[in-house]
T-cell receptor
Framework: NAGVTQTPKFQVLKTGQSMTLQCAQD?????MSWYRQDPGMGLRLIHY???????DQGEVPNGYNVSRSTTEDFPLRLLSAAPSQTSVYFC??????????FGSGTRLTVV | TQLLEQSPQFLSIQEGENLTVYCNSS?????LQWYRQEPGEGPVLLVT?????EVKKLKRLTFQFGDARKDSSLHITAAQPGDTGLYLC????????????FGKGTKLSVIP
C-alpha cells in the first residue's frame, strides 16, 4: 500500500546512545518533515526537506540531524540521546507542501 | 511565531449529540487542514480549506474557514463512537514556508 513507512515502531535507548529513525515514502512526494508529539505540546516540527539534497531546521532541531539523499527516504538521526527526547516521532510527506500524509510513528523512550 | 489555539481541549459527549471544535489564530493562513488521530497512529488528513468563508462537508462533519482566513471550525452532527479521537487543525502560511503550524488538538470521546 502506498504511504509513509516508519521504522522501528518502538525503541528504548540509553542516555548517550545514537540511533536513526527511518522514514520512506513511495508517493514521489518532494516535501517531507519530521515532527515530535508530546503531551500538552502538540506536534512540533524538527526538520523538513523540500527535495532531495535540501533540508532545513524546524522549531525544535537541537540534538537531531537529517539528510535527504533520495526523494523516497528521509532518516532522522539522534546524535546522543537524552531523556528529553522521549517522545513519539512522526514522519510526513506532501505533494504540495501544504497537506501531509503521516506515518504511524515511532515511540522512543530514553532512559 | 504563528500560533493556533484550539478549543475545547477535551470534549466528552453522548452518542447522537452535536459538537463544534474551534481553531483560532491572529495570523492569516493560505490554507488550513483538519486531521484526526487515533491512539497509536499518525494523524490522517480530513479536509483542506483554502478560500475565506469556504464550507466543506464530509458526511456528518462540516468544516468552515473564516472570512479573514484566521480561524476555522469543525462541526459534527449526531456524533458516533467512531468519531472518537484527537482532532488537530494545522495552518499553512504559504509564501515559500513549507511548514505547518499545528494546534494542540481537541480530544473527543463519544460515549455510546
Amino acid at each position: 500500500n502506498a504511504g509513509v513507512t516508519q521504522t522501528p515502531k518502538f525503541q528504548v535507548l540509553k542516555t548517550g546512545q545514537s540511533m536513526t529513525l527511518q522514514c520512506a515514502q513511495d508517493m514521489n512526494h518532494e516535501y517531507m518533515s519530521w515532527y515530535r508529539q508530546d503531551p500538552g505540546m502538540g506536534l512540533r516540527l524538527i526538520h523538513y526537506s523540500v527535495g532531495a539534497g535540501i533540508t532545513d531546521q524546524g522549531e525544535v532541531p537541537n540534538g537531531y540531524n537529517v539528510s535527504r539523499s533520495t526523494t523516497e527516504d528521509f532518516p532522522l538521526r539522534l546524535l546522543s540521546a537524552a531523556p528529553s527526547q522521549t517522545s513519539v516521532y512522526f514522519c510526513a510527506s506532501s505533494y504540495t507542501g501544504a497537506a501531509y500524509t503521516f506515518g504511524s510513528g515511532t515511540r522512543l523512550t530514553v532512559v | 511565531t504563528q500560533l493556533l489555539e484550539q478549543s475545547p481541549q477535551f470534549l466528552s459527549i453522548q452518542e447522537g449529540e452535536n459538537l463544534t471544535v474551534y481553531c483560532n489564530s491572529s495570523s492569516v493562513f493560505s490554507s488550513l487542514q483538519w486531521y484526526r488521530q487515533e491512539p497509536g497512529e499518525g494523524p490522517v488528513l480530513l479536509v483542506t480549506v483554502v478560500t475565506g468563508g469556504e464550507v466543506k462537508k464530509l458526511k456528518r462533519l462540516t468544516f468552515q474557514f473564516g472570512d479573514a482566513r484566521k480561524d476555522s471550525s469543525l462541526h459534527i452532527t449526531a456524533a458516533q463512537p467512531g468519531d472518537t479521537g484527537l482532532y488537530l487543525c494545522a495552518g499553512y502560511s504559504g509564501a515559500g514556508s513549507y511548514q505547518l503550524t499545528f494546534g494542540k488538538g481537541t480530544k473527543l470521546s463519544v460515549i455510546p
